[in-house]
């Protein structure tokens, strides 16, 4: 829970600095691509994360990962090897994440599905997601076989369960009654 609470606290001090120096989109883009980066590759996560591994060795090692970063996500680098916190980076660049959508009024929608959505479902998605809100949504397809089909819908604090796994759920609980 701390590390997520430093993780904000860093987050928003970049997005501060990111915005006060006009490359909050530049930074931005670093964040998704170390959050992704980060996040999807199980070695490069294990290496952060190491105790053992020197922290000059870590900045290094990064730097040259994600080269031709902006100089504002240079120095989050610099500042994570001074404060000895890489293990958080991930975590701060998808805490970034959250703050610059939410600072750009645009809202994420995580919608999962038991295959990978195609380019026609996304697009009704968005339709009927913008019949209720009036934000700018991305859409984020999460693929979960267990729900066998349909979907879940998720956007902030709501949730909307219409899964053949849920209504299986329902229908259970209805006959054990």
């Given at each position: 829970m701390a590390s997520?609470?430093?993780?904000?606290?860093?987050?928003?001090?970049?997005?501060?600095?990111?915005?006060?120096?006009?490359?909050?989109?530049?930074?931005?883009?670093?964040?998704?691509?170390?959050?992704?980066?980060?996040?999807?590759?199980?070695?490069?996560?294990?290496?952060?994360?190491?105790?053992?591994?020197k922290v000059a060795v870590k900045e290094n090692a990064l730097l040259e990962v994600f080269a031709g970063i902006n100089g504002v996500t240079q120095g989050l680098f610099h500042l994570l090897f001074e404060n000895k916190r890489f293990e958080i980076l991930g975590a701060i660049a998808t805490e970034y994440g959250k703050l610059s959508d939410l600072e750009n009024g645009i809202e994420v929608a995580q919608v999962t599905t038991a295959i990978p959505m195609d380019k026609a479902l996304e697009e009704k998605v968005l339709a009927k997601i913008a019949t209720f809100s009036d934000k700018k949504i991305t859409v984020e397809n999460i693929v979960d076989p267990a729900?066998?089909?349909?979907f879940i819908l998720r956007i902030g604090d709501k949730q909307y369960n219409a899964s053949v796994a849920n209504r299986l759920q329902v229908l259970k609980r209805e006959l054990s009654n």
């Open positions: 997520t609470r430093a993780a904000i606290r860093y987050a928003k001090a970049i997005l501060d600095l990111a915005n006060s120096k006009g490359v909050a989109e530049a930074v931005s883009s670093d964040m998704k691509s170390i959050a992704t980066t980060i996040n999807g590759n199980l070695e490069l996560s294990t290496f952060i994360q190491n105790p053992t591994i729900i066998i089909g349909g």
